[in-house]
């Protein structure tokens, strides 16, 4: 049985825009289990990214909690949140500008100590050269500034920060989309290989499903603020069941495509998370709306599959 | 031979403070009419380069073209004498689209007057004549006529792309090169562009070259491919072929090391190492450092291209023993 | 960046070798006139008032320069006076700077109502021109050297405090600063150890700047007879003394008028040519 580490509670966050009110995640609950990596995914403005910046605290929530082991981390202050820190980490997206240009390899990594104090002085170095082992990262890489290396190098270096406090659990913002392809493979190895050698949990957002799709055990997948479905990841892709999630899964090009595919269009743009109608967030663009789902909102029902849930009216639910 | 463009023997050059940098070392690259072609490679490997040496957008100041030609018809691109023909040519029988829409359309003109200018530049249409003909085209890419006048920052991003195919299209060019022209794009807005282009093609018969680092886009879009590493062309031929049987120790990486949503793959093989500087001019094979096959040969004398069959041309000298799969 | 590379940046760009040149110049004489020359400049001599410049005519011992109404040596009394203007410039500046990045930092990093005070006195401040405000504060304080260093001090922070606070700004919500938040840092933490060093650019280009538009400042002051007091030498009062002679023996105020020229000239450059080297996109 596998422990609960993250409980999340109909999360909300919404900021002011002008006079309006723009809903960027809209009462979103879900739970993680060590071990585990949940992957969220969708598109832009779904909102993704902002439950990432919630959940590290970077951003304050409008209303919700979030239990790690059971505490609320809302309400933990001072001394006690700076040791939280050491708990939940997270990964950058962009390699470029999360690594300060003007300090070198072995000053970024050796910030985490510095401010946490977990180690006496004369140990930090030694710990330092230890993560750089454990990201296989060469040990000249130290003196360097960041200009000096490639996006892969740098996005290393910001696992390995993320990893220098021995964290549970690790939130990983688009931590590939940033860099070039080959690179992609790399970076979804180390982190893998980490999962492993580490027990770590990883909270994955990406827009790219061939990668989450890849690393991911189960996968959320938002819409406008919402979970739209949700479900062990191998599932999501052989039976998908909400609208949007084919419609996302279609559009996705593959290398094994046949010519005879059929491929789901959808009309319109993303729409923007500012003041969103009642009803179903999806049913301006779905084909198979109907009344009811420009009235009322669908909940997140069970199926009869393991672990699968969807929120829409019309999803075939049964067993 | 009926190639409507010919790029022979290719080498472009930039001088920079801190050295010269050798993007293009020979590139041949040849499109039909009619034909989509997908130019596919990693960062750095001159897919673009190649772009901006068709469209003649290199930096004046620190491009060199020292060798090679690119055949337009039977007259050449890159020879001075042709100046007024390549003006001709440029912009209105080969049209680009860019890879980032927020920065290619100019944020002071209306998408109506943007698209109209390209008629009135390049088909001396008179004020009226041209933003009729411009709505025309906006709605053959999907936006309402009400919306001509608005602002490209009133457009989100794939509506703005939409825009540039349409201003790149409006003279029905006889080819369109395209930059990464939805990696900026999510998934859902990038299946209608990738949709509309496919539509466009066929309407239009206009040839493509598709610039991507996106196999699953070419699979879809494109029947020849051309596969760059480093400033060359290391593999091409038709897609059916070159998908199914990957001769070039890089193509046969960069398949290994890209997740798709239909295989089922436990690992990526990342492939190891880095593109090599290009400020240096290897001997042998570019590759060959990074090569898990790579024989003495290879660092000796650069493979030339070599006929696998009549759809398949790659440059390596394993592929040239028929071993390379193993 | 790599120091070869930073070497040929510098010698590529014109201003920063001409500005350098010019500064080591100036700096370099001013610094040793005690050595290279054998006059007092204070002292006066009324058995050679007012003669013609010899230029190089008795070496080092004749009068380069002339001398002025007192018979002093016109040529110690511009070096001496140099020394002066130097010193005010880099003492005053470099206090200048301190203070203005230390609270442009605070006003940027933290915003609302600690930007709002710390910004309306420096906007206050800047309204006035420099000049003026330097005029006022030295009727009040008095002429001295030191008053003076404080009255430069008061009248440059302000220009600091404003582009420091805009790179902060600019800075603030950078990812790098996400991720010290995210390990546990504290404000002053991220402010002095992550923030400062991208502002040092900045600030150094800045600097260089004020130093030659300082020097002015300060002969302007002195020329008006609020700054350096008489018998001390300074590029201002010798511009002064020389007024009355200016048909009779115009190198009293040419020798000082042209050497201030340079010096401001030659900061200015070196200022650009920094610019140019250290952050060539700043343009």
Known sequence: MSKVLLEVKDLKKYFDVKEEQLRAIDGVSFTINEGETMGLVGESGCGKSTVGNVLIQLLQATSGSVLFNGKDIFQVKGEERKVLCRDIQIIFQDPYSSLNPKKTIRKILSEAYQVQKIYPRKEIRKHVEELCKDVNLPLDILSKYPHELDGGKRQTVGIARALSLNPKIIICDEPVSSLDVSIQAQIINILMDLREKKNLTYLFISHDLSVVKHISTNIKVMYLGKIMEESLSEDLFENPLHPYTKALLSAVPSIESTSDKKRIILEGDVPSPINPPPGCRFCKRCWIAQEVCFKEEPKLEETGQLEHRVACHFADKGG | MNNLLEIKDLHVEFRTMEGTVYALKGVNLAVKKGEALGLVGETGAGKSTTAFSVMGLLPKNSARIPKGSILWGDKDLLDEKNEKYIRKVRGDRIAMVFQNPLTSLNPVFTIGEQVAMVFRRHQGMDEKRAYEAAGKMLQMVGIMPERMSDYPHQFSGGMRQRVGIAAAIACKPDLLIADEPTTALDVTIQAQVLELMKELQEQVETSLIMITHNLGIVKELCQNVAVMYAGVIIESGSVDEVFRNPSHPYTLGLMGSLPDIKKKTDRLTPISGFMPNPMIKPKGCAFAPRCPKCMEICTQKEPGDMELNREHIVACFLAREGKSNE | ?283
């Open chain 3, 1 to 283: 960046m790599k120091f070869t590379l930073l070497l040929k940046k510098m010698l590529l760009s014109k201003f920063f070798v001409m500005g350098t040149a010019g500064v080591i110049l100036i700096t370099g004489l001013c610094l040793f006139y005690d050595v290279l020359l054998p006059f007092d400049p204070t002292l006066a001599d009324y058995s050679v008032m007012l003669q013609n410049p010899d230029w190089f005519a008795n070496g080092l011992n004749g009068h380069i320069l002339g001398t002025d109404a007192l018979g002093r040596d016109i040529l110690t009394r511009l070096l001496k006076g140099g020394t002066y203007s130097l010193k005010l410039a880099f003492i005053s500046v470099g206090v200048a700077a301190v203070i203005g990045c230390i609270l442009g930092t605070f006003a940027g990093y933290y915003g609302k109502w600690l930007d709002m005070l710390i910004m309306r006195i420096a906007d206050v401040q800047l309204t006035i021109p420099s000049l003026m405000l330097a005029i006022a504060l030295v009727a009040i304080l008095g002429p001295n050297e030191k008053n003076l260093i404080i009255v430069l001090i008061i009248s440059g922070w302000a220009k600091f405090a404003r582009i420091i606070r805009g790179n902060v700004m600019a800075l603030r919500d950078s990812e790098f600063i996400s991720a010290s938040r995210v390990l546990g840092a504290s404000d002053l933490w991220i402010m002095f150890k992550q923030i400062f060093p991208n502002v040092l650019t900045p600030t150094i280009i800045f600097a260089s700047q004020q130093l030659g538009y300082v020097i002015l400042v300060e002969a302007s002051l002195s020329y008006l007879g609020l700054g350096i007091q008489p018998p001390n030498p300074s590029w201002g009062v010798m511009i002064a003394n020389g007024r009355d002679y200016l048909q009779t023996a115009p190198w009293i105020v040419l020798a000082p008028g042209f050497t201030l020229s340079l010096a401001v000239l030659s900061f200015n450059f070196l200022g650009d040519g920094i610019r140019d080297v250290l952050d060539p996109k700043m343009k």
